[in-house]
Structures are given as C-alpha cells and as structure tokens.
C-alpha cells in the first residue's frame, strides 16, 4: 500500500475477459475497473506475461487507483488462502477457482449423484487452506425415498466426519433448512461453492438470498428478478453479511500437485503406519495393517482405493509442476543474458 499511496483497496467479485468487476462495500453494488495490461497477456508472452494463478480471481483484494467510476487496478493484494485446480489440457497449468476464502462447501446432491468418491476427490483437491463442509442436498429427495436413504448416505462419509469434517443435509430449497449452515455464514466470512453441475448451488444461494427479502417484507411474489444462476464465478454479498462465491458445476478437477493427500486420508495413512513393513504395498505382504482394517470392515475398500487413484494423480501432477518449475527457472537464468535483455526490449524479428 506504501507503493500506492492514493490507491484504495477493493475486493474482486466477477472476472471477465477484459477486466473486473469490483465491490467496495456490501450494497451489491458493483463497478468495472481496467486491468493491468500485463494481466491481458498470454502468459508466455516474452515481454513479462504473468502466470494465471499470479493474476486476480473472484474474491481477491486489489488495490485501485482513480475515480470509482473510472478505477485502474494497480495492484494484487496477498492473498489468505486460493483454492485452485490443474488446469485441462496437456500443459501444466494452474486455475485459481476463488481467492481468500474461508470455507469451501463441497455440494453433492442425496439423489443418484451422490458419490463418496467424488466427495473425497473435491475435498482432497479443492481444500486450499480453507475449512471444507460437505452440503448435501436433496435432503427431502433422500426422505421420500425410505427410511434408510438419509441415514445411509450420512454413514457412507463417516469416516469424513471422523477426520473432522462438517457434514450437513438440507433441503437446498428450503430456508429453515439452510439454516443449518449459518456457522459459516456470519459477517465477513467468505464461503465458496464447489459440486457438479445440478448439485444444487444455485438452489442454495437463492436461499440464502431470499431470507433477507423475507424479513425485510420485500417478498416479490412470482417475479423471479434477482434469482441467480450460475453462468460465472461471482462473488455475492449474503443477507447474512457473509460473502457466497458460486463456481460453474466442474466436469473435470484435475490436482495441481500441491494438494496433501496425508491430511484427508489420515485415517489411511494411520493405518499404513501400522504395516509390518515400513515399504508396504498393501498388496499381500503379512502383518498389513491395511488389508486386516478392509478385512475387518472398518476400512471401505472403496475408499483406499479412491486414496491410492488420487495418490497416484497428485503425485502424477507433482512430478509436472516440479518440472514446470525447473523449466522456469532456467528461462530466467537465461534472460539475464545481454542479448536475450535486448531481444525482449527491442523485438527479434
Ligand atoms: N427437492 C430438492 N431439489 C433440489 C434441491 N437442491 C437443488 N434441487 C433441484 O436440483 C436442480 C439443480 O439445482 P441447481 O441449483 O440448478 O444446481 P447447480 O449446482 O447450481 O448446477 P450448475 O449451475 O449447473 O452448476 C434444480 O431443479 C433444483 O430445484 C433440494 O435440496 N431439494
Ligand atoms: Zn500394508
């Protein structure tokens, strides 16, 4: 901020192709702001193009410099906390999915979509330093369907709520019911929504929009303006005074390699440090702790092997960011070199 003295902070809460929208307070309003140019750039532009993950994502800070109506980003502010995804595509690359948030509610549906691997997978990869819940929805779907639905499906990600995550079931389209997740909700905090697409994120943000027109007596009746869909990122103040980040339903959630597989599955890895052998497979070694657990029945079967695909994929992506890195490196060293300086000034061709 010393840099920028006459700057004024401002937080990120839509991204567009050529610029931000950005808020300034918790009246929904929003304002466009400019870009800096290099933010524009492909990335491997040979005149300083910035990596995606190093440019602003719904819910970061900036600084702005100039009138409200006319403002020019100056700079990023650090960020708390970036929840990110490998980027698809052949290349490595990164994709910041929201930036200092607080609390990511995973959204998975009680109907036929609903699939503990897929849970584990959006909590191993979409976790980045902020505390994940699991929302499931379709809670009143769950209930018509019989008596153990509910129950069952709660007792499929037991050992989820052992390793201390938050487990919730609502009716996604019901206020009372979404009352459930207000510990998360209160000022200041930022919540972001991750699930496949029909989850019901839309659903709960209407929701959770709609209490405050409620109280307030605003109750529109049958005019659905200001009911929200999911088209893009966009950062939303909550009734609440929380702020809700919707993201598009994810087909594809690739690791970026920096996601630590050890703090989800630590009930695995507990296991695994029980093994006779310190190098176990798992496999058929004697005296694997691992196996006598599935054996037993107090390990899913399902769920090691879910540990053992995504250890594999992380570790795939680590391995690629790893050499990524090096290779960035090695451009750097190289444009030290006089002529490269020059080549980059003046243009080679
Ligand atoms: N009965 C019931 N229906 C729900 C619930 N949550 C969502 N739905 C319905 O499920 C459908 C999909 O919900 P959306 O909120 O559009 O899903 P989404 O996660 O926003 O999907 P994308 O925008 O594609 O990412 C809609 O028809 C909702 O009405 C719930 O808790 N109970
Ligand atoms: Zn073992």
């Not at 109907?111 to 990869?125: K, V």
């Not at 919707?246 to 050890?262: Q, W, Y």
């Not at 250890?311 to 290779?327: K, M, S």
Request: proline share 5%.
């Amino acid at each position: 901020m010393a840099e920028h003295p006459a700057a004024w902070p401002a937080r990120i809460v839509e991204q567009h192709r050529s610029g931000y929208q950005i808020a300034v307070d918790a009246s929904g309003d929003t304002h466009s702001v400019e870009s800096l140019p290099e933010w524009q750039r492909p990335p491997n532009t040979r005149k300083g193009g910035v990596d995606p993950e190093q440019r602003p994502a719904v819910g970061d800070w900036v600084l702005v410099e100039g009138a409200l109506e006319s403002g020019k980003v100056a700079a990023l502010l650090p960020r708390r906390t970036a929840i990110k995804r490998g980027a698809a595509g052949e290349h490595y690359r990164q994709q910041l999915i929201a930036a200092n948030v607080d609390t990511v509610f995973v959204v998975c549906g009680l109907d036929a979509d609903f699939n503990p691997r897929r849970i584990e997978r959006y909590l191993l990869l979409v976790r980045g330093g902020a505390e994940p819940v699991v929302v499931l929805t379709k809670a009143d779907m769950a209930m018509a369907e019989g008596a153990d639905a509910l129950p069952g499906a709660v007792a499929a990600l037991a050992e989820l709520a052992a390793q201390g995550v938050a487990v919730r079931t609502v009716n996604a389209r019901e206020a009372g019911s979404v009352a459930a997740l207000k510990p998360w909700l209160g000022p200041g905090r930022t919540v972001v929504l991750v699930g496949s697409s029909g989850a019901g994120k839309s659903t709960l943000t209407n929701t959770l929009l709609g209490i405050e027109r409620m109280k307030t007596g605003e109750v529109r009746g049958s005019d659905s303006r200001g009911r929200h869909t999911t088209t893009h990122r966009a950062l939303i103040p909550l009734p609440t005074g929380a702020c809700m980040i919707d993201t598009p339903g994810m087909r594809e959630l690739k690791p970026t390699g920096e996601e630590d597989v050890a703090e989800n599955f630590g009930d695995v890895e507990a296991l695994a440090a029980q093994c006779r052998f310190r190098d176990c497979a798992h496999d058929r070694e004697p005296g694997c702790a691992v196996r006598a657990a599935i054996e037993a029945g107090t390990l899913d079967a399902q769920r090691f092997a879910n540990y053992r695909k995504l250890g594999d994929e992380v570790a795939g992506a680590a391995g690629r960011l790893a050499q990524r890195r090096a290779e960035t490196a090695d451009d750097k060293t190289q444009s030290k070199a006089p002529g490269k300086r020059l080549a980059d000034k003046y243009g080679k061709r």
